[in-house]
């Protein structure tokens, strides 16, 4: 069974840093590719940083430069580090995994985290 567990969120000031984590199980981890999405309340859910098996990364323009998404094959984790926060990002984000090639639609993906919240305030 495929489990994905989401950490790190929480209430942060604008301007401010935070770094999700995301612990992946059940799967091989080595070939997945991981993204990461988010959805703010009344919003549909968008895509905002993806992670292939060989570390090509894709960001959504609304994040490019201030969000870098890592994984350590070791730990069988995937890392969103956020910087310079603004309220504009305060959603739930989720974590997301699927086989070899990263894309930016969530559809893509089958296997899900429970989703954390992360709240900017200004």
């Known amino acids: 069974q495929v489990q994905l567990v989401e950490s790190g969120g929480g209430l942060v000031q604008a301007g401010g840093s935070l770094r999700l984590s995301c612990k992946v199980s059940?799967?091989?981890?080595?070939?997945?590719?991981l993204g990461w999405f988010r959805q703010a309340p009344g919003k549909e859910r968008e895509f905002v940083a993806s992670?292939?098996?060989?570390?090509?990364?894709i960001y959504a323009n609304s994040v490019k430069g201030r969000f870098t998404i890592s994984r350590d094959n070791a730990e069988n984790m995937v890392y969103l580090q956020m910087n310079d926060l603004s309220p504009g990002d305060t959603a739930v984000y989720y974590c997301a995994a699927r086989n070899l090639v990263a894309t930016m639609r969530d559809s893509d993906y089958p296997d899900w985290g429970q989703g954390i919240q992360v709240t900017v305030s200004s």
């Open positions: 059940g799967r091989t981890f080595e070939s997945a590719a």
């Open positions: 992670i292939t098996w060989r570390w090509g990364t």
